[in-house]
Structures are given as structure tokens and as C-alpha cells.
């Protein structure tokens, strides 16, 4: 079974959102996400300054198996993208939640945030989906 | 309809292997990382559970006969015992049915060695033919089948084999094959390696895996094997061919035995009228330098209209994206874009061999 940490947001697209003590938002592919995909060899993260609107493509991640669209959470302005990944798209593979991050974004609005899902109702919705 | 199982199956499950569907059977895709798997194989020794292809004996009088009939490459060819062959077994209209191994088994027995996805149908059409002929169609579904690849395979199978096979296959020349009452071990594969391929009895099956594992050779699943495959410029039947493609225009020339004109087969009028009318299409091998994955279906712009990828995928040895296409025969550029999600891409066209025993077969412009 694949893991969801409790801090963190979800949405039904496989995304995580963790809200940092600044303001800003970390997002990446969760740990079922990455196991559906399987082995990552490319990792294409919006660049900072970029604005992406909460439900567009803003990302792609792709396996030796598929290219898949990572989804803007949020609405608002991209400030950092994981450069560690053009390297080592592997990362993603073996820490999701941690030096797997894709980018991070000042959200237009905050609020937007009560409406992902926590991680018993993720889990549900992985339950749900297999 | 629940999944056929193999009898490695409980392996794989102790293995923790991701299993999917595969031809209605429920095979191992990876054991955690195909990328892994990979590079095990090219680097020291790997193990595949092909249990799901199917062993098919002929036997008979007219064994060679009918099998001259049968297939589209010469079992005549074949003047050692032991030796293997790789055929297609075409229809009239030319398409292929199945590409196969042949074994001259001595005398007038062979093996040959199907697809699982095609074995029904395989076996029926055979059997079909069989009819004018004083043979024997015998399917064989009490095999297990193992192959064991990778630099490191030849050596760390020889010890686990049975004794009395064991001087033999160390003498193995590639694409020949020894055997006792239960086993038959054959010096072939599909990942460019060299190493073995071993039937044996079903109840010996995971003893054997297990021995193999101890040796240190890996469990490796569909996933990897579809891109060492790809690397050494291997055709997949039911991607890169069907019963609909003409084999000349899928890289199988080399396998259709036209020399002996008095040899008629099936197929063998519409090869040649094809061949009378120019072929129009070819199979190439693809190299994308940039960042992306070339996959079956993505669509290749060439100035002679559009070609199409057959089998395409990162290649876990080179780092870039590879793949075979079928383009316009009368494209002599180098250089072809590829439609990559909407995104052109420069693809360059290379020979569709990209890795032999280990080694880079193209040079790369990274």
C-alpha cells in the first residue's frame, strides 16, 4: 500500500500540496502516483514566474512506460522549480514526498486550499479508483 | 475470465512482483523498477518467466515437408541437430500470423517455440495444414520455459543445470539447443545477451528460479523486457507486425527464404508480387536526442508523407528515447521530425540495432 502523509493536501489527480510556513505551497506526484507510472526519466516543471491556474497542466512527468500532465492545485505564481529533477527524475521514484517535490507557488488565494483532499480522503479516493 | 497463472506465479508474488494481464496471463511487469531490471541484464544476469509461450513438437515423415510449407524461412537450412531457426509463419494474403523459433530436434522432429497471444490460433492453423501432411502437430503445455540473460547467465546457469547436460550446454553455440527426457536447454534470448533459454517441467520450475536466485541472478519482468528488446533490434509481434503488415516492410526480408524457387509456402505469391511492385514502406530505427519519449503510434512527419512508430520507448542504456518506425521507403533523410504531444521534435534515423552485448550500437550527439 502506498503511503500519503497526514500534513499534506490532495487532489484527485495525484498531486500533493504542502503548505510552508511562509505562505508559499510545495507540490508533487504522491507515492501511488509514482508507482502507477513507473520508472521516471524525464520531469518537465514550470518555470518560476510562470502563473498557472488551479486544474491546468503545468507539469509533465514521464516514465519509460507513459508521459503523464501534473495538474496546478493551486491557482497563482510558480517561484521554484526542482532543477534537481532534469538530472535525476529518479527522485520522484524513490522520495515522492520529500526530494521528489516539483515546484513551488505563492498561491493567488489560500482558500483554494480547504478544498483538496486530506489523507484519509485521498487513500479513500486510491481505494475508490482501484 | 480469470488470468491463466504459470507456475512461477507464487515466485513472482513472494518476489513482489507488479502483475498485470499479458495475453490472459498474469505475468510479472517489474519487481520494483524496470529501469533496475534493465540495466541487471546488461550488466550481469537476469531471469524471465516466458512460461506463457508455448512449446509445439512436429514430428513425422513429413515433418520437413510440411514445415518447408508452413513457414516462411527454410528449415532446410537447418543441417545440425540441435540448430534453431527464426521464422514467420506467414498467411496467403502474406500478413504474418506469428514470428517463431524452429529447433531440428533430429531426425524428423522439430520444436518450435510461439507466442502466447497467438499460440491458439497458431496451433489450430498448423494443425489445419497438418491435414496433407504425414505429421504430428503436438502442443507441449507441460513446459515451463526460463531464460536466463545477461553477460553473467551463461555461468551461473551451467551449474544448476542437470548433470548430464551440463558439458553440453557450455558448448552451445548461440542459436543451438542440447536436451534430456525433461530438459532443453537452448543458447538463444531476446535481449541482445547472450545466456539460455531452459524448458523443463512444470514441478521443477520454481525450485530452479530459486537456485537461480541464490546464484545471483535477478527476477526481471515484462517491462524490462520489451525495452531489451527494443535495444537489440528485436520485432514484438503484435506491434511492430500482425497478420495484416508485410513482413518486408517490418525488417523481416532476411527471414523469408526465396532462394529455392522449387520450395512453394504459404505466402510466398504475395511476397513476391510485392517484391515485382516495389516495397513502399520500410522500418527504420529512430534516436530522440531531446527530451521525450517516442512511443508506438507517435506520428513521424518525413518529406514523403507521414511515417508511424511501431514499438518505441526510453532506453534505459543509452539515456535517450528509441524506437523502431515504418516510413515512406523512399525517405533518405537523416534527419525526421516526430510529433511528440503536440511538439516537433528532430528524430535521426539510425540502423535498428541500438545495443549488443552491452555495447552501444549507434554513436549518440549528446
Given at each position: 500500500?502506498?503511503?500519503a ?22 507540490i ?18 514550470p ?9 491546468s ?8 512506460k ?11 505564481e ?10 535525476s527524475?529518479e527522485?520522484?521514484n524513490e ?36 | ?12 508474488q513472494?518476489?513482489?512482483?507488479k502483475l498485470?494481464?499479458?495475453a ?8 520494483g ?14 531471469m ?19 514445415l518447408?510449407?508452413l ?5 532446410a ?15 496467403e ?5 506469428d514470428d517463431?523459433?524452429?529447433?531440428w530436434?533430429?531426425?524428423d522432429?522439430y520444436?518450435?517455440v510461439?507466442?502466447?497471444a497467438?499460440?491458439?490460433g ?10 496433407d ?13 526460463i ?23 557450455g ?14 536447454v ?10 539460455f533459454e ?11 528460479w530459486?537456485k537461480?536466485?541464490d546464484?545471483?541472478?535477478?527476477p ?12 537489440a533490434?528485436?520485432?514484438l509481434?503484435?506491434t ?8 518486408l ?10 532462394k529455392?524457387?522449387?520450395r512453394?509456402?504459404?505466402g510466398?505469391?504475395?511476397?513476391e508480387?510485392?517484391k ?25 512527419e518525413t518529406?514523403?508523407?507521414d511515417?508511424v512508430?511501431t ?21 533518405d533523410?537523416?534527419e ?7 511538439r ?15 555495447e552501444?550500437?549507434?554513436e549518440?550527439?549528446?
Open positions: 500500500m502506498s503511503e502523509p497526514k500534513d499534506l493536501k490532495y487532489t484527485k489527480s495525484h498531486e500533493w500540496v504542502r503548505q510552508e510556513a511562509d505562505g508559499s505551497v510545495t508533487g506526484i504522491t507515492d501511488h502516483a509514482q508507482e502507477l507510472l513507473g520508472d521516471l526519466v524525464f520531469v518537465e516543471a518555470e518560476a514566474g510562470a502563473s498557472v491556474e488551479a486544474g497542466a503545468c507539469a509533465t512527468v514521464e516514465s519509460v507513459a508521459a503523464s500532465d501534473v495538474y496546478a492545485p493551486l491557482s497563482g510558480v517561484t521554484e522549480a526542482n532543477e534537481e529533477l532534469a538530472d527524475p527522485k520522484v522520495s515522492p514526498f520529500d526530494e521528489g517535490w516539483l515546484f513551488k507557488m505563492k498561491p493567488s488565494d489560500a482558500s483554494q486550499l480547504d478544498a483538496l483532499m486530506d489523507a484519509d480522503a485521498y487513500a479513500a479516493h486510491v481505494e475508490a479508483e482501484s | 475470465m480469470s488470468l491463466k497463472k504459470t507456475p512461477l506465479h507464487a515466485a513472482h513472494r518476489a513482489g512482483a498485470v494481464d499479458f490472459g496471463w498474469e505475468m510479472p511487469l517489474h519487481y523498477s524496470q529501469m533496475e531490471e534493465h540495466k541487471m541484464v546488461r550488466a550481469g544476469a537476469g524471465f518467466d516466458v512460461s506463457h509461450m508455448q512449446v509445439v513438437d512436429i514430428h513425422g515423415p513429413q515433418a520437413q515437408p510440411f518447408r510449407y513457414l516462411a524461412n527454410d528449415v537450412k537447418l543441417k545440425t541437430e540441435g540448430r534453431a531457426l527464426y521464422s514467420c509463419m506467414l498467411n494474403s502474406g500478413g504474418v500470423i517463431l523459433i524452429i529447433y530436434t533430429g531426425g522432429s520444436r518450435a510461439v507466442n502466447a497467438t499460440a491458439e497458431d496451433i489450430a492453423h498448423m494443425q489445419q495444414v497438418a491435414k501432411f504425414d505429421v504430428n502437430v503436438e502442443p507441449r503445455p507441460e513446459f515451463a520455459l531464460a536466463i540473460q545477461g553477460p553473467q547467465a551463461v555461468e551461473k546457469t551451467l551449474p544448476l543445470l542437470p548433470e548430464d547436460l551440463r558439458s553440453a550446454a558448448d552451445l553455440k548461440p542459436f543451438s539447443a542440447v536436451w534430456n527426457d525433461a530438459w532443453f537452448a543458447r538463444t534470448g531476446y535481449t541482445g545477451e547472450d545466456g531452459v524448458m523443463l517441467p512444470q514441478a521443477e520450475a520454481d525450485g530452479f530459486e537461480l536466485k546464484a545471483g541472478v535477478n526481471i519482468g515484462l517491462g524490462a523486457r520489451d525495452t531489451l528488446r527494443l535495444e533490434g528485436m520485432n509481434y503484435g511492430d507486425m500482425d497478420d495484416r503488415t508485410n513482413p516492410t517490418a525488417n523481416l526480408g532476411w527471414t523469408i527464404a526465396l529455392d524457387a522449387e512453394d509456402f504459404i510466398r505469391k504475395a511476397i508480387q510485392w515485382a511492385e516495389g516495397v513502399k514502406e520500410r522500418m527504420v530505427g529512430l534516436v530522440l536526442e531531446g527530451r521525450g519519449v517516442l512511443r508506438g503510434g507517435t506520428r513521424i518529406p514523403a508523407g511515417g512508430v514499438s518505441g520507448s526510453f532506453s534505459p542504456s543509452l539515456g535517450v528515447s528509441i524506437a523502431f518506425a515504418r516510413i515512406p521507403a523512399a525517405v533523410a537523416e525526421l521530425q516526430a510529433d511528440i504531444r503536440g516537433m521534435l528532430p528524430v535521426r534515423v539510425v540502423k535498428p540495432v541500438f545495443v549488443r552485448n552491452g552501444p550500437q549507434i549518440l550527439n549528446l
